[in-house]
């Protein structure tokens, strides 16, 4: 059987935060965009590790390709490690494996239970508006008015309160570092990180400890290249998987 594609999205985010990417990507293969735990219509949060064992369960033992971005990068990276099985080709955008020093995990967590506190109590606008303001959306300045719109649409429609505990169970200060199973992806890889990204290092990191990953770097772009240079983006994805399927 043909490999499903799963498009997995980033905090704030939904499956149609995909929207321009979707429909090309569907003409080619498969295609479905999941609406990750304490998000949108998702509204029960779950752990990094319990969202990969809830995917590979609902995949019922069909192969499936992931694109993750973010917070679905890490959880299609989590997939990947804990179930290869399930894993046909892995692309993962800005992708981190984790805080590997325990201090600075620990340090993270409790800056993610701050954070999710006062999602709860400010509400979701005022976090927004903060959330938008992260310096690693910086280079957001440059899109298209409509991309940002919508955007933001996506992020005010989210439940605070699931949100939160997205926040808590699935944040970086929670999910168990995989630096040291990076080894153990079996999957063909491609990392996609901008060039402007502040985080760009995590994804650098992904890339060399995976065996053979291919990392693509995106120029003049930040933390979202599939939002900031879609048309260098899809290309990127698109040749990979007709790549695979070869």
Known sequence: ???????????????????????????????????LPGHAS???????????????????????????????ARIALRLAVAHPEAVDRLILESPSAGIADAEEREARRRADEQLADEIERDGIEAFVARWERNPIFASHAEL???VTARQRA????????ALAGSLRL???GAMEPLHDRL????ARTLVIAGSLDPARSRAELVAAGIPNARLAIVPGVGHTPHLERPGAFLPLVIDFLQEAAA
Do not use: C, K
């Open 144 to 146: 298209d008015p409509d």
């Open 183 to 186: 080894g153990e992806v079996h």
């Open 42 to 72: 998702n509204s029960e949060p779950r752990s990094i590790e319990a969202t990969a064992d809830a995917i590979a369960d609902e995949l019922g033992g069909r192969r499936a390709h992931l694109l993750g971005y973010s917070l679905g």
């Open 170 to 172: 699935a944040g970086q």
């Open 154 to 161: 996506i992020r005010l429609g989210q439940d605070p309160h």
């Open 1 to 35: 059987m043909t490999p499903i594609l799963l498009l997995l999205h980033g905090f704030t985010g939904s499956g149609a935060a995909w929207a321009d990417q979707l429909p090309e990507l569907a003409r080619r293969v498969e295609a479905t965009a999941l609406d």
